[in-house]
């Protein structure tokens, strides 16, 4: 079983639809990284988030640290939010990322 | 604006041949990192360093090696490519700092073939 896990893994959706992806993690961790990845590109940091929300435009990411679960919501959502959308966590005091599989998302106008 | 490059953007080698994959970041960041991605597996951290010189074996070691020189520059290098490291290769850096985790930033990536 992977220590982090996201759901779902694919997902497609229809312009203008409220999104959400999850992240859960089976280690106890310091922060976690939502990061997103469009195709044949790099990849970009969206929230870095240790508890609490964080909101940026219509991007907006949740964690529950007892619950050991991290939320990604998109409002609104456009055709140029399709990428893979990752979820990352620093497990203990370390500096190493523990990586989810992503999750691939595909808004259709 | 952080900005880590990567020598490559795709790159096509044979078997057997030695690989440098170079990274280079403009942020004074200690910490830099290499990653390799692979569907269905994720990125798998494969090596790191935390200062000039200073290299941490990651969870995936096995066929590869590193050098960092200098602070802003971190080379993979592929000693004997073979097929099963066709993939594609991340470099990210972060601040060090024993009072917090911080950010890492990601390059463009190298999508790496070889045949």
């Known amino acids: 079983k992977n220590e982090v896990e996201q759901s779902p893994q694919n997902l497609t959706a229809q312009e203008g639809e409220f999104i959400t992806i999850n992240c859960s993690y089976s280690v106890g961790i310091s922060a976690l990284h939502w990061l997103q990845q469009h195709p044949g590109g790099g990849i970009v940091s969206l929230f870095m988030l240790s508890s609490g929300k964080k909101k940026h435009g219509r991007l907006i990411a949740t964690i529950n640290i007892q619950e050991k679960h991290s939320s990604l919501h998109i409002t609104a959502s456009h055709p140029r939010d399709s990428a893979v959308y990752i979820c990352a966590v620093y497990g203990g005091a370390t500096n190493k990322l523990i990586f989810g599989t992503g999750t691939l998302l595909a808004v259709q106008p | 604006d952080v900005k880590v490059t990567q020598s490559s953007r795709y790159l096509v080698k044979r078997t057997g041949e030695k690989v440098f994959l170079e990274c280079v970041q403009d942020?004074?960041?200690?910490?830099m990192f290499w990653y390799r991605q692979d569907p269905g597996l994720g990125l798998r951290l494969i090596y790191f360093?935390?200062?000039?010189?200073?290299?941490e074996k990651g969870d995936i070691p096995e066929g590869y090696s590193v050098s960092r020189e200098k602070k802003e520059r971190f080379s993979l290098i592929l000693e004997s490519a073979s097929t099963n490291q066709t993939s594609m290769y991340l470099c990210?850096?972060?601040?060090?700092?024993?009072?917090?985790?911080?950010?890492?930033?990601f390059g463009p990536g190298t999508r790496l073939t070889v045949t």
């Open positions: 942020m004074d960041h200690e910490n």
């Open positions: 990210a850096s972060s601040l060090f700092g024993t009072s917090g985790i911080y950010e890492q930033y």
């Open positions: 360093s935390y200062d000039v010189k200073m290299k």
